[in-house]
């Protein structure tokens, strides 16, 4: 363990509070950073239906509800998250411009954290064109996302000729693509990037890093994401690996540090942005907080410059907040 991951080490095991591994203890010794959540989710079931949910299973239990920009202020209370970025949940396809002109309409009011969002499409599909050109020059819409990493997704989709073109248009119209992808295939990825120079990634969650890797599979991970940090059109997500942990509420920072440290070391400081992940972050941490304070442990003895660019400087830079 190097200097970095034991300081995180005893921030995290010396804490106390009702998640002792978390507690947000930091903080408090000088102003809190202001925190921009790049990767928020929100969802009504009465309104949406969510292509992946299913209430059977341990995790819709957690998911299983209502989680609404009320329910965000609530667990973002008292961390000083100034903005948010909403990040599509995967509803069916038909509700795809439900989705959109929901969040725009929310984006406008200016009631909530929510300021911008990235939105559901399918690159592929034959509509899409039409479909993403609405967003074209938007306030509001800064990219889209289509969730790979799933089990109907084929191996290889990515590199489909139809949907390298859709990727393509979004550099066009100056959108983002969100890669959200299973770790075994971030080699795809990389050739992505390298067909679409033109269009700006965002790889999420640490390219889906999973804290129950085996030894080889964290050498393989590391081995493809630093492939991936090459390609200067893409930026990384330091978000939501948090939910593979092994048990919930028990994640400590021989678990993060590795996956975190590598990612930023990676990538450099001005080309990873945090992300929330909420809730789904709650498969792994009792709160939101939990994880936020755990990363801010994390990432403690970096330069203060570059943990401001990880919170909050570089996702205003990026998505033009």
């Given at each position: 363990m190097n200097r970095r991951e034991l300081l995180a080490a005893s921030a995290l095991t010396l804490s106390g509070g009702a998640s002792p591994l978390f507690a947000a203890s930091q903080p408090k010794e000088k102003a809190m950073l202001p925190v921009v959540d790049t990767h928020q989710h929100l969802w009504n079931l009465n309104d949406f239906k969510l292509a992946w949910f299913d209430p059977s299973t341990p995790e819709g239990k957690i998911l299983g509800h209502n989680f609404t920009?009320?329910?965000?202020?609530?667990?973002?209370?008292g961390l000083n998250v100034v903005k948010a970025v909403y990040m599509e949940v995967d509803v069916v396809p038909e509700q795809q411009q439900k989705e959109a002109d929901y969040l725009i309409e929310l984006c406008k009011s200016g009631k909530t954290a929510t300021c911008a969002a990235v939105l559901s499409g399918r690159p592929n599909s034959d509509g899409f064109e039409k479909y993403a050109k609405q967003f074209k020059d938007s306030k509001y819409v800064k990219g889209i996302r289509q969730v790979l990493h799933v089990k109907s997704t084929p191996a290889g989709y990515c590199l489909d000729p139809k949907f390298v073109k859709g990727i393509q248009l979004l550099g066009d119209l100056g959108l983002s693509f969100d890669m959200c992808v299973r770790p075994a295939e971030l080699p795809d990825f990389v050739?992505?990037?390298?067909?679409?120079?033109?269009?700006?990634?965002?790889?999420d969650h640490c390219g889906n890093a999973n804290l129950k890797h085996t030894a080889e599979e964290r050498d393989r991970w590391k081995k493809d994401m630093s492939a991936m940090a090459t390609k200067k059109n893409v930026v990384c997500k330091v978000s939501g690996f948090i939910a593979t942990a092994p048990e919930r509420g028990k994640v400590t920072a021989d678990n993060l540090a590795p996956v975190v440290n590598h990612t930023l070391d990676t990538f450099g400081p001005d080309r990873v942005m945090f992300g929330g992940d909420w809730p789904v972050c709650l498969l792994g941490v009792e709160k939101y907080g939990d994880w936020l304070n755990g990363l801010k442990a994390v990432v403690r003895d970096r330069p203060e410059e570059q943990q401001k660019k990880l919170f909050h400087d570089n996702a205003m830079k990026f998505y033009r907040l």
């Open positions: 920009p009320t329910e965000y202020a609530k667990a973002t209370d050739k992505l990037a390298e067909q679409c120079p033109d269009t700006r990634f965002i790889l």
